[in-house]
């Protein structure tokens, strides 16, 4: 295995223990939001906006996938993973669509704050579709609120993270350069 590769694979290993140690953690804290049952901070998506910024799609992917499993059976059950499935896919999908406008369009903050928004509408669809109705999604307002506000705090800690911590920024920074260089051979071709 080549050297690059096999950092590659520590860097995702431990970004996926990281998400899962978070996430697990978050299940302690006591539920902040006695308005919205249900609602809570997402740092674990914390990782997910790291893994976007310094791995490729599907690295990206593959380490949410792991993230959402492993949290699971180690203490989830069956249900809470299909919210959280819902809720990671359509975050994860929105903010890479959303991440193609450029950073002179949107920021980090931004493309969390659209995360945290489009979390809680992919957990409120797979709501609908179990309980049988759409009524569920009238709950929408007041978790996209505390979405966009979670959403927010998150993208800042994750600019901090990559403003502050060197070994991020460099990986930030070639994973940019290596996509303008795809893009270069792309477009020669």
Do not use: C
């Amino acid at each position: 295995m080549r050297d690059d590769a096999l950092k590659k694979y520590i860097y995702i290993a431990l970004l996926v223990a990281q998400g899962v140690i978070i996430g697990l953690l978050e299940r302690m804290i006591p539920f902040p939001f006695a308005f919205a049952p249900g609602a809570k901070l997402g740092l674990a998506n914390l990782i997910t906006i790291v893994a976007i910024f310094t791995l490729d799609f599907k690295d990206a992917f593959t380490l949410t996938w792991m993230r959402l499993i492993i949290t699971m059976l180690l203490g989830g059950t069956v249900s809470t993973f299909m919210y959280s499935l819902g809720g990671a896919m359509l975050s994860f999908f929105g903010m890479i669509l959303i991440k193609q406008l450029g950073e002179k369009r949107v920021s980090i903050i931004g493309i969390s704050a659209a995360g945290g928004v489009l979390h809680n509408v992919g957990q409120l669809v797979i709501a609908s579709l179990i309980a049988h109705s759409w009524s569920v999604l009238l709950y929408l307002p007041i978790l996209s609120w505390i979405g966009l506000a979670a959403g927010i705090a998150i993208g800042i800690a994750a600019n901090y993270l990559f403003q502050h911590v060197d070994v991020l920024n460099k990986l930030k920074l070639s994973f940019k350069t290596e996509q303008i260089k795809k893009r270069k051979l792309k477009h020669a071709r």
